[in-house]
T-cell receptor, first 117, second 114 residues
Framework: AQKVTQAQTEISVVEKEDVTLDCVYETRDTTYYLFWYKQPPSGELVFLIRRNSFDEQNEISGRYSWNFQKSTSSFNFTITASQVVDSAVYFCALSEVRAGANSKLTFGKGITLSVRP | NAGVTQTPKFRILKIGQSMTLQCTQDMNHNYMYWYRQDPGMGLKLIYYSVGAGITDKGEVPNGYNVSRSTTEDFPLRLELAAPSQTSVYFC?????????????FGDGTRLSIL
């Protein structure tokens, strides 16, 4: 069975600090996809990034970066120079990939990030 | 583009009442999903559908029913509302091709059972 663990439940930082959100996953599949979603206080779910299990390259997008390491089954998310607008709940999710599969997402419990001015 | 539209946004029900949460998408996506989000628990899959006429149970289906008569619509029905069904409900969709495609989520329905 798939499992996503986000051990951090709440993180509070001061604006301009860097912050890393941890995600550890479990799967028996050799091919899978990992996702990060953001849920701001308004409640909608916003897709941030997708990574497939074949691609361990780290990715940077502006102030956001992601570190995928298969050896430790981790897909961590770093926000550099955090801003108040980054305050949200962040979810890591895992999708199985099999022929004819329904690609259900397994979500972690989420990390509530508060960025103080 | 409307994307995934959920109605209503908020609703209060009495125990034992029934209601239908509506979800429609205009992206011609084959796959649709219903999740519930409880505080501190992430999202859990209730039901999903891979196309019109095909539905299947997710992780927490008890107390819910779904139907998929068209590609666009995927309503979720609560027959006998219970306090344990107080939650935020999200509908999502994605295209059939590519398991790596992200699911597109609606804005959610906040449901309280009193």
């Amino acid at each position: 069975a798939q499992k996503v663990t986000q051990a951090q439940t709440e993180i509070s930082v001061v604006e301009k600090e860097d912050v890393t959100l941890d995600c550890v996953y479990e799967t028996r599949d050799t091919t899978y996809y990992l996702f990060w979603y953001k849920q701001p206080p308004s409640g909608e779910l916003v897709f941030l990034i997708r990574r497939n299990s074949f691609d361990e390259q780290n990715e940077i997008s502006g102030r956001y970066s992601w570190n995928f390491q298969k050896s430790t089954s981790s897909f961590n998310f770093t926000i550099t120079a955090s801003q108040v607008v980054d305050s949200a709940v962040y979810f890591c999710a895992l999708s199985e990939v099999r022929a004819g599969a329904n690609s259900k997402l397994t979500f972690g419990k989420g990390i509530t990030l508060s960025v103080r001015p | 583009n409307a994307g995934v539209t959920q109605t209503p946004k908020f609703r209060i029900l009495k125990i034992g009442q029934s209601m239908t949460l509506q979800c429609t998408q205009d992206m011609n996506h084959n796959y649709m999903y219903w999740y519930r989000q409880d505080p501190g628990m992430g999202l859990k899959l209730i039901y999903y559908s891979v196309g019109a006429g095909i539905t299947d149970k997710g992780e927490v289906p008890n107390g819910y029913n779904v139907s998929r008569s068209t590609t666009e619509d995927f309503p979720l029905r609560l027959e006998l509302a219970a306090p344990s069904q107080t939650s935020v409900y999200f509908c999502a969709s994605r295209p059939r091709q590519g398991s790596n495609q992200p699911q597109h989520f609606g804005d959610g329905t906040r449901l309280s059972i009193l």
